[in-house]
């Protein structure tokens, strides 16, 4: 079993940016592809980015691409994603999640393991 817990939300202006961290429990973090998805009020949950095994690949949605950077650090059993350039639409619970697999997804029903989100609200 593998708990993800998940930080660094919190309210920004736009423009601005925010660092969101994943810790997860147990020794097979690093066999893991890891992903972030969000879920905007009234909306459903979307995929935000994924990152391989080894940090080596890594996917974006179209809307975050070019202002968000997934990144890994096996070491610390810790996923990131940077974001900048915030909008009001990024606005919503950003989820961590593993899949018991290397490879990257973007489809939710591919990972195995959830956190339970932090919010990220972005002001107009």
């Known amino acids: 079993q593998v708990q993800l817990v998940e930080s660094g939300g919190g309210l920004v202006q736009a423009g601005g940016s925010l660092s969101l961290s994943c810790v997860a429990s147990?020794?097979?973090?690093?066999?893991?592809?890891m992903g972030w998805f969000r879920q905007a009020p009234g909306k459903e949950r979307e995929f935000v980015a994924t990152i391989n095994w080894s940090g080596s690949t890594v996917l974006y949605a179209d809307s975050v691409k070019g202002r968000f950077t997934i990144s890994r650090d096996n070491a610390k059993n810790t996923m990131y994603l940077q974001t900048a350039n915030l909008k009001s639409e990024d606005t919503a619970v950003y989820y961590c999640?593993?899949?018991?697999?290397?490879?990257?997804?973007?489809?939710?029903?591919?990972?195995?393991?959830w956190g339970q989100g932090t919010q990220v609200t972005v002001s107009s």
């Open positions: 999640a593993a899949r018991r697999q290397p490879f990257t997804r973007t489809t939710q029903s591919d990972y195995d393991y």
């Open positions: 147990g020794r097979t973090f690093s066999s893991y592809a």
